[in-house]
């Protein structure tokens, strides 16, 4: 069982920074995707953003230019620049790792993140 534990997260304010961070128990290898996603009470869980191992990123249109992916075999980590209230939400790491014929998905258990004055 791959174990995905998150750090950081907490509180600030808008305009202010906060970086989260993802360390898998396992390194991964082959064919795999880091991500980020977050939800909010009442909403499905969206994603933030996500990083292929080719390097291909894709954000969400709110969060482009202020957020940052990065990543490497076992960790991920989602810089927060410039925050905004709405990104007031649980944020959950995500692995999806392609174990032929299918899609494995494994996640952090989430991190509150507020933005607020």
């Known amino acids: 069982q791959v174990q995905l534990a998150e750090s950081g997260g907490g509180g600030v304010q808008p305009g202010g920074s906060l970086r989260l961070s993802c360390s898998a128990s396992?390194?991964?290898?082959?064919?795999?995707?880091m991500g980020w996603y977050r939800q909010v009470p009442g909403q499905p869980r969206v994603l933030v953003a996500n990083?292929?191992?080719?390097?291909i990123t894709n954000y969400a249109a709110a969060v482009k230019g202020r957020f940052t992916i990065t990543s490497d075999a076992a960790n991920t980590y989602l810089q927060m620049n410039d925050r905004k209230p709405e990104d007031t939400a649980v944020y959950y790491c995500?692995?999806?790792?392609?174990?032929?014929?299918?899609?494995?998905?494994?996640w952090g258990q989430g991190r509150e993140v507020t933005v607020s004055s």
């Open positions: 990083k292929h191992i080719s390097g």
């Open positions: 995500n692995v999806r790792k392609w174990t032929a014929p299918l899609w494995i998905d494994y």
């Open positions: 396992t390194s991964f290898d082959g064919i795999y995707i």
